[in-house]
Nanobody
């Protein structure tokens, strides 16, 4: 059974930092692309940052570039999101996602897709 367990959320003042962790179990972790998403009530879930499985290539939403850093430790089956210079608009529930798939004719097909339960991040003075 695949489980993704997020931790590290909480209340922080504007300009502060938090480090989120997502511990994975029940899957061959290094094979999966890992992504952090966030969601606020009434809005769609938004991609924040993603990191590939083997090469560790990263990609970020424009709104967090230069402030957030995604990383992974395949030996610990854990992905991290270091969040610096936090702003009130970063307030959301942050979700961890694990995804595997393949390319065929330049089309990516998802074969496995897993979500964590989420962790609340609140940025407020």
């Amino acid at each position: 059974q695949v489980q993704l367990a997020e931790s590290g959320g909480g209340l922080v003042q504007p300009g502060g930092s938090l480090r989120l962790s997502c511990a994975a179990s029940g899957l061959a972790f290094s094979r999966y692309g890992m992504t952090w998403y966030r969601q606020v009530p009434g809005k769609e879930r938004e991609l924040v940052a993603t990191i590939t499985g083997v090469r560790g290539s990263t990609n970020y939403a424009d709104s967090v570039k230069g402030r957030f850093t995604i990383s992974r430790d395949n030996a610990k089956n854990t992905v991290y999101l270091q969040m610096n210079s936090l702003k009130p608009e970063d307030t959301a529930v942050y979700y961890c996602n694990a995804r595997d798939g393949y390319y065929h004719n330049n089309v990516y097909t998802v074969t496995e897709n897993y979500w964590g339960q989420g962790t609340q991040v609140t940025v407020s003075s």
